[in-house]
């Protein structure tokens, strides 16, 4: 009201409405989708798939590593799950066969392997909408301020290039800065053979997955051009598989990641929307742009950008670095005269998943690839420091003039 009063059921209506926000569901959804990869064994069989073709050669179980998570980031919004539930579990053999252990020739192959899928995942997990969950929240929380945000096929192609240079280098880099004592074996690819016999021939309920999988990409690709809302398609999609047996109802309870990101930012988004409300980011933002006002737009662009990348150091957690900073950041950037706001808002959202690359609790999967135990700590921070600066270096070099073109 405008007197700054509401009644009991304005109020609750308020505080629910971030669970009636479509983009929320579409994390929400998208948790399920990986279900059923984990559950048909889809992302096993992908990825001993590419090792069996690619491990002979330590720089091609690398690309292997990195086109696994690459091939499963779009349907997997938790790079936890993604790095961490899926690659992590068949890939952590591996340095076995070479008689590599964090206490005994760690670097014969398996602190190689480590580094390069923590950073392919925190790349991939740049590259789509649906590869990480708070890219999504992002999208929301921007919104809210009323800035124009991309689609799911928009993001894709605007990081595109940015993406592929650094997915495709990240082998290549590691391999060099980084690099495994043993270069060439025929003993990988021989155990990824087996574990592939394992699972059988492809099954119907694994075609049916890549048929699903293949048609919700198709649809948030497209579907901004054809009217489909994108959360309707991934509920449709959704409701397919669970009439196809792909997942049962059990499933879908049992999914604690996907309930947990559906209440934590159902409230989120709520919170954010009401901090805008009451004025609070305007008045914050306001006196952090009389401080910098003096600079010119571009300096200030790049020092906001900067800013907003290494200041995940003191953050644990993605999702708690966007929720406390992004808008207030984007909010400052609208108060700057001749400030490209829209181009900043981009640049921001493509950074959430490359910081998670600085340290070793930065996103989830570090934490797993860290206590994996064949990189030191030392040499982590060290690591993360190298390709941190190169993720944003790239990103600035080649995400900005390719923003612009095409915005």
């Known amino acids: 009201k405008p007197d700054g009063t509401a009644t009991a059921s304005q109020v609750l209506s308020w505080g629910l409405s ?3 926000n479509s983009t929320v569901w579409l994390i929400f959804v998208a948790f399920m989708f990986a279900s059923g990869f984990q559950k048909t064994g889809l992302g096993k069989r992908i990825a001993f798939l590419l090792v069996s073709k690619l491990g002979k ?3 091609g179980l690398g690309y292997a590593i990195a086109l696994s998570d690459l091939l499963l980031a779009p349907i997997m919004p938790s790079n936890t799950a993604r790095s961490g539930g899926t690659i992590f579990p068949i890939i952590k053999h591996i340095p076995l066969l070479y008689d590599s252990t964090p206490e005994n020739n760690p670097r014969k192959i398996g602190s190689y392997i480590s580094w390069v899928a923590l950073a392919t995942t925190c790349v991939t997990s740049s590259m789509f909408i649906t590869s990480l969950a708070p890219n999504i929240l992002a999208i929301d929380l921007v919104r809210e301020v009323g800035m124009n945000t991309p689609s799911w096929g928009e993001w894709f192609f605007l990081f595109l290039p ?4 650094l997915v495709l280098s990240i082998p290549l880099l590691t391999y060099l800065i980084y690099p495994p004592t043993i270069k060439k074996s025929d003993e990988v690819p021989a155990w990824a053979k087996k574990e592939l016999a394992k699972l059988g021939k492809i099954t119907k309920k694994e075609l049916i997955m890549i048929a699903l999988f293949t048609v919700a990409l198709l ?4 579907g901004g051009y054809l009217k489909i809302n994108a959360t309707l398609s991934a509920l449709a999609v959704l409701s397919i598989m669970i009439v196809l ?3 049962d109802w059990d499933d879908i309870l049992a999914n604690k990641p996907a309930w947990n990101v559906l209440v934590w930012f159902g409230t989120l988004v709520t919170l954010s929307a009401g901090l805008n409300n009451v004025g609070f980011l305007d008045w914050l933002a306001g006196n952090i742009t009389s401080a910098i006002s003096s600079f010119s737009p571009s300096v200030i662009l790049l020092s906001l950008l900067v800013t907003f990348f290494l200041i995940h150091y003191f953050f644990a957690s993605i999702t708690a670095h ?3 900073l992004l808008v207030l950041f984007v909010v400052t950037a609208k108060g700057i005269p ?3 706001v829209q181009l900043l808002t981009y640049l921001l ?6 910081m998670g690359i600085l340290t070793p609790y930065g996103t989830g999967p570090s934490p797993i690839w860290y206590g994996f135990g064949y990189i030191s700590s030392k040499k982590f921070w060290f690591l993360g420091v190298i390709f941190g600066i190169l993720f944003l270096t790239v990103l600035i070099i080649v995400g900005i003039p390719w923003i612009k073109l095409w915005t």
Not at 162 to 165: A, N
Not at 219 to 222: A, E, R, T
């Open 18 to 20: 971030g669970f009636s």
């Open 57 to 59: 050669r330590s720089l």
């Open 162 to 165: 940015v993406g592929l240079i």
């Open 219 to 222: 649809l948030w690709i497209f």
């Open 245 to 247: 047996n792909i997942l």
């Open 322 to 324: 966007v929720t406390a």
């Open 338 to 340: 001749g400030m490209d």
């Open 349 to 354: 959202l493509y950074s959430i998943g490359l």
